[in-house]
């Protein structure tokens, strides 16, 4: 079974500050794809950044990257020179390749950006 | 020209109505969702379709019925609503490299 956890229910950051929210995952597939995603209070789903298990290379996009640590099974997010725009909920997801194309999701940090 | 849309938005209803929400998606991708957003914010997958075919059904009770006409459609209908189906229901459509949501349908039953 593939399991994503997020061991941060709640985070403060002071605006400008860079901020890493992190996210293990768990599967034996060695075909996966990784996920995050920011839901803002309204409610929407907005797509950050993926990485995928066989890139040599850490995603970005942006003030967004991804700390990807195959080895360690993790997939931390960082965002440099937080904005008050950046509190909300962050989701990771992962999605394995041969498990019939879901996203199973972790449940969450909540982000609090200060100034 | 959303990506991922979904109607309505929000939904109120009583119990024992049937509903239904629709979802399109522009991007041309093969694969469609709906996930469900409990109040303590949790996402669970309930259907994934690729290319028409249903790929993934969990635990959800057979009064939820997807249905995808064609690839870039997948609507979710609901009969008999219940106290505990309020909730975000979400459609999403994804390709390799990226999965893409709806606005979301906020479902209250009453």
């Known amino acids: 079974a593939q399991k994503i956890t997020q061991t941060q229910p709640g985070m403060f950051v002071q605006e400008k500050e860079a901020v890493t929210l992190d996210c293990t995952y768990d599967?034996?597939?060695?075909?996966?794809?990784l996920f995050w995603y920011k839901q803002p209070s309204s409610g929407e789903m907005i797509f950050l950044i993926y990485?995928?298990?066989?890139?040599?290379q850490n995603a970005t996009e942006g003030r967004y990257s991804l700390n990807f640590q195959k080895a360690r099974k993790s997939a931390n997010l960082v965002i440099s020179a937080s904005q008050l725009g950046d509190s909300a909920m962050y989701f990771c997801?992962?999605?394995?390749?041969?498990?019939?194309?879901?996203?199973?999701f972790g449940k969450g940090t909540s982000l609090l950006v200060t100034p | 020209d959303t990506a991922v849309s979904q109607t309505p938005k929000y939904l109120v209803t009583q119990m024992g109505n049937d509903k239904s929400i629709k979802c399109e998606q522009n991007?041309?991708?093969?694969?469609m969702y709906w996930y469900k957003q409990d109040s303590k914010k949790f996402l669970k997958i309930m259907f994934s379709?690729?290319?028409?075919?249903?790929?993934i059904n969990e635990t959800v009770p057979n009064r939820f019925s997807p249905k995808s006409p064609d690839k870039a459609h997948l609507n979710l209908h609901i009969n008999s609503l219940e106290l505990g189906d309020s909730a975000v229901y979400f459609c999403?459509?994804?390709?390799?490299?990226?999965?893409?949501f709806g606005q979301g349908t906020r479902l209250t039953v009453v």
């Open positions: 999403a459509s994804s390709q390799v490299g990226g999965a893409f």
């Open positions: 599967t034996s597939d060695p075909s996966y794809g």
């Open positions: 990485q995928g298990s066989y890139d040599q």
């Open positions: 997801a992962m999605r394995v390749t041969n498990s019939g194309y879901a996203l199973n």
């Open positions: 991007l041309g991708h093969d694969t």
């Open positions: 379709y690729n290319n028409k075919e249903l790929i």
